[in-house]
């Protein structure tokens, strides 16, 4: 219930505030959000060693089977498809296209963050952020 009303609170403070004239963030703040993602980043491509190393033995065994050999030829004539490369093409490009967009608004989130709502909720978030980095670092560790 809590949420609806600070969402609603959100929403009339959007419409008093001039959305043209976005606040750029400090570069603090930037430095230490790309700190955080990159740290997550790592995190996540820790995991993903782990979990690749796991299954290494169980993909083998797979494909190994007559079953494992059929679906490893159907997957790769899918990929020799002329669509199915066009497809990744088209996928890849805007990716490509979108990364701009992407960074102009997540330095906008930051810069509205900061101007508005770090004031009054800065040592909350960064109370929370430890805490769950502490739990990580348990479950996922970076190394």
């Known amino acids: 219930m809590n949420a609806k009303y600070v969402l609603a609170l959100i929403l009339a403070l959007q419409v008093s505030t001039c959305l043209c004239e976005v606040p750029t963030p400090s570069q603090e703040l930037i430095d230490k959000y790309d700190a955080m993602r990159t740290m997550f980043i790592r995190r996540l491509m820790h995991a ?17 089977s007559e079953r494992g050999q059929s679906a490893k030829t159907y997957v790769d004539d899918v990929q020799a498809k002329p669509a199915y490369q066009a497809v990744v093409k088209v996928a890849h490009g805007l990716v490509e296209e979108a990364g701009p967009l992407v ?6 989130a930051l810069g509205v963050y900061e101007e508005y709502m770090r004031p009054q909720v800065g040592q909350y978030m ?9 739990y990580l670092d348990l479950v ?3 190394e």
Do not use: F, N
């Open 103 to 108: 960074d102009k608004a997540r330095t906008s």
């Open 48 to 64: 993903y060693g782990r979990i690749q190393e796991a299954a290494a033995p169980l993909a083998a065994k797979i494909s190994e």
């Open 126 to 134: 960064s109370d929370v952020i430890d805490h769950i980095k502490a």
């Open 140 to 142: 996922m560790p970076a």
